[in-house]
T-cell receptor
């Protein structure tokens, strides 16, 4: 398997624009996670899905952020409108099996580096 | 909720020297513990994990970590560092349907 695939690898946009980040999880994995990594806050879990259903979105910072998983092989994280403070690296990860207790291994994509000017 | 502290933001070691990266966690029970490595421009790769059993865990790339319940620590070690080990290392704790990462320790390897 090619692993978790994220696109684009880099995104530069202007404040106020809509940004869409994409993720393809590992085939067969039933959990998908979106993380944000910044110098100030480190790695933060934004939202995760189980079988395409959002389970916990308490980490989503604001209503400007939304995530969808229309099918088992694709997820998007959208920011509308984007702001300079959204500049960060956004990671997608997937895992197989019950998430309870964090026991199952998460496999991470290479990330999308977002710069909002 | 659980939390993770990596006290060292940046560590520099000479190639061939030994390495220890510190990780302390806060959680009421025994959590699941992980070390991930992030190379420049790359995602996070799992080095090793601890769920239960033997408190000394072996991982990939010659790394090991020891779980010490009395100290709430899960320090990562390597007896001889290679230049390719230069990266950022993250300790993580998973419990209660949540996973928390430390702030990371950046490792620089001197020739």
């Amino acid at each position: 398997d090619a692993g978790v695939i994220q696109s684009p690898r880099h995104e530069v946009t202007e404040m106020g624009q809509e940004v869409t980040l994409r993720c393809k999880p590992i085939s067969g994995h039933d959990y998908l996670f979106w993380y944000r990594q910044t110098m100030m806050r480190g790695l933060e879990l934004l939202i995760y899905f189980n079988n395409n259903v959002p389970i916990d979105d308490s980490g989503m910072p604001e209503d400007r952020f939304s995530a969808k998983m229309p099918n088992a092989s694709f997820s998007t994280l959208k920011i509308q409108p984007s702001e300079p403070r959204d500049s960060a690296v956004y990671f997608c990860a997937s895992s197989f099996g019950p998430w309870m207790g964090g026991k199952n291994i998460q496999y991470f994509g290479a990330g999308t580096r977002l710069s909002v000017l | 909720a659980q939390s993770v502290t990596q006290p060292d933001i940046h560590i520099t070691v000479s190639e061939g020297a030994s390495l220890e990266l510190r990780c302390n966690y806060s959680y009421g029970a025994t959590p699941y513990l992980f070390w991930y490595v992030q190379s420049p421009g790359q995602g996070l790769q799992l080095l090793l994990k601890y769920f239960s059993g033997d408190t000394l865990v072996q991982g990939i790339k010659g790394f090991e970590a020891e779980f010490k319940r009395s100290q709430s620590s899960f320090n990562l070690r390597k007896p001889s560092v290679h230049w390719s080990d230069a990266a950022e290392y993250f300790c993580a704790v998973g419990a209660d349907n949540d996973m928390r990462f430390g702030a990371g320790t950046r490792l620089t390897v001197k020739p």
